[in-house]
């Protein structure tokens, strides 16, 4: 089968054809980078859309993680259970992992079209993904060390719960572990995934994914604020430990923000090539 044959969706349930939403999706994408096709290619349409919120089971995937923040948060609010945002954060990261799992088939499909590729140059990716390890170090490394101040810092307010603050810290240090594995799991695809090209364009196209894939399928700027575990135990005054919080928030904020603007900036246009019909 000659990969760069135009995507011609027939019974999406077939194994290894691109859907008509897959489609739509490739092409809208490829003209926001420049790029204008009636069809784009099988590989690009597997690839591309297969990275959709709404295709391949997906939406299946989000109501069942919004169905289950509802009903946990009533359980959380009558039983008065501990770590209700700390579930949020673990349900997100769930979400994360799924979609990315969901998105990986598509890719396998690929990658049976064209063989399977080298892993670019380790040191090449993770230049491309410096901004983003930056955001993630500082995520989870002094997510870290804010959950031990929390631990070592005894809270001097009247607590009001039938659990001890302790409980509430060690559920959000959790949730933080479970985000931080769900990162290194898309990391490890981004760093060291084979390259899934056939030609220039493709190779292009997978190189952009491979730099947008962290911040679409693990931000982990959102671990930062729902995992963090000093404004959740209600502290009467910031105190230094509270500042630095914020300072830890604004931070991961910022590095985050400005990775995704680089990495749209970078690949703002395709070039020349064939990318579809």
Known sequence: MDVREPALPVDPRLPGEP??????????????????????TRLLALRVGGRGVKTRGTPGYLI????????????????????????????????????WRAAQRREHLAEQLTG?????????????AGWYLASAAVTFGGGAVLCAASFLTEPRFTWKH?????????LHTFALAVGAGVTTLVLAGVLRGPVIAEDEASRRVDEVLRAEDPYRFAP?????????????????????????ALAYLLLVAALQLTGWFVTRHRYRRLPPGCYGR
């Open 64 to 99: 069942g993680a919004v169905c289950s923040w509802l009903l946990g948060g009533v359980v959380f609010q009558l039983a008065d259970l501990p770590g209700k945002t700390a579930f949020l954060a673990v349900l997100i990261a769930v979400f994360q992992a799924l979609r």
């Open 162 to 170: 039938w659990y001890p603050p302790s409980v509430v810290i060690g």
């Open 220 to 244: 982990c700027g959102v671990y930062a604020f729902l995992a963090m575990p000093v404004f959740v135990v209600d502290w009467a005054t910031p105190g230094f430990l509270g500042w630095s």
């Open 19 to 40: 859907s008509l939403l897959e489609v739509g999706r490739t092409r809208a994408w490829l003209a926001r980078r420049g790029v204008s096709v009636w069809l784009p």
């Open 116 to 128: 399977a590729g080298a892993p670019p140059p380790f040191l090449l990716a993770v230049e491309q």
